[in-house]
């Protein structure tokens, strides 16, 4: 068990593992204060520290148990505690994330990928986190969704993340015809509740082959590449997109030869002072201000003003919710929206 902050009735320590971003932390604040407002309302520091992740200090133990709670219910988590020493009623909760997010491409490792079934892995990218997490396979459309138990018993890490990410331009990009029926088998199949997500991805992906090159390669060579997208439904030729550079050969987790790339999301451009410059995304800008305040003073993060340094955004959350008091809308005007 890890030392306790000094000072404090209650500390929770939060912590993901292998992981150089902090996305999972930017959604569990904006779930946690939007549904949870009360109980984080009660959190009286915040310490962070890069190796050890962040620390919610409490003067009210209760508080810090029903926190520690609330991370499990937005996030797949495993968590401990323990009180420091005996009779002196001064806990320390450990929580720590699956070290999973989204966007991550994973190689699974072959007991895994055996265990979630046929038409699935080794390759698969994380295109959900919530209270369970979603592996989607990028060359059948196959989902599969994991909670913490089913994690931790056989746990894995990524093996690209965000911060490795390609541009890419697309040449060319022919649909596979058969998508078609498949894909409305898949939605016709999928009729219980807890598959509305895998349904509502058989009509947001579409197998597709396509050929692309590297935007980094552009009047220095004319090497492309040829390869199976799922993004067939949202790329045509001409678009940009992120994605993995695999080109480099195989792989001995999957046994396999790589994909020269898998692609993530489309990269999507606007003329902006008679400029083209890339439009960044509405939930990447309101990250960007997350990390903003962090460096500028944690005591910034998890407050009644986070949910709206981007008005616009949704966030996904699939525990309960707990009606937060009325607050006031607070824009943030003096920072800059992207």
Request: net charge negative; glycine share 4%.
């Amino acid at each position: 068990m890890e030392k306790m902050e000094q000072g404090w009735r209650s500390v929770v320590k939060v912590r993901q593992q292998h992981v150089s971003q902090l996305r999972t932390f930017f959604h569990l604040e904006q779930i946690s204060v939007m549904t949870n407002l009360a109980i984080v309302d009660e959190v009286e520091r915040i310490i962070y520290d890069v190796d050890q992740g962040f620390s919610f200090c409490f003067n009210i133990t209760s508080r810090a148990w029903h926190f520690a709670r609330l991370i499990g219910e937005i996030v797949p988590v495993k968590s401990d505690w323990a009180m420091i020493l005996p009779r002196t009623e001064r806990y320390l909760f450990s929580v720590e994330i699956v070290p999973i997010c989204c966007g991550d491409l994973i190689f699974l490792p072959p007991n895994v990928s055996a265990s979630l079934g046929p038409n699935i892995g080794p390759i698969v990218i994380c295109t959900r986190v919530a209270k369970t997490f979603t592996l989607l396979d990028p060359f059948t459309l196959t989902h599969c969704f994991l909670n913490a138990d089913q994690y931790w018993k056989a746990p894995f890490t990524h093996s690209f993340n965000r911060t490795q990410l390609v541009e890419y331009v697309v040449l060319d990009i022919v649909l596979l015809q058969h998508n078609q029926d498949e894909e409305q088998e898949v939605v016709e199949e999928k009729k219980e509740k807890k598959d509305a997500a895998a349904a509502a991805a058989a009509k947001k992906y579409l197998l597709a082959d396509a050929v692309v090159a590297r935007v980094k390669d552009t009047g220095n060579n004319d090497t492309t590449f040829q390869i199976r997208t799922h993004l067939g439904r949202i790329l045509k030729p001409g678009d940009h997109a992120l994605g993995y550079d695999l080109s480099g050969g195989a792989d001995t987790n999957t046994n396999n030869n790589l994909p020269a790339a898998i692609l993530i999301s489309k990269i999507s451009y606007a003329e902006e002072n008679g400029r083209v410059v890339a439009v960044k995304d509405k939930w990447e800008s309101d990250y960007q201000l997350f990390f903003n305040d962090l460096q500028q003073d944690p005591q910034l993060l998890f407050k009644i003003t986070a949910p709206y340094r981007n008005p616009n955004n949704h966030y996904t959350y699939d525990g309960p919710f707990v009606d937060p008091p009325i607050r006031p809308f607070v824009p943030l005007e003096d920072l800059l929206d992207g």
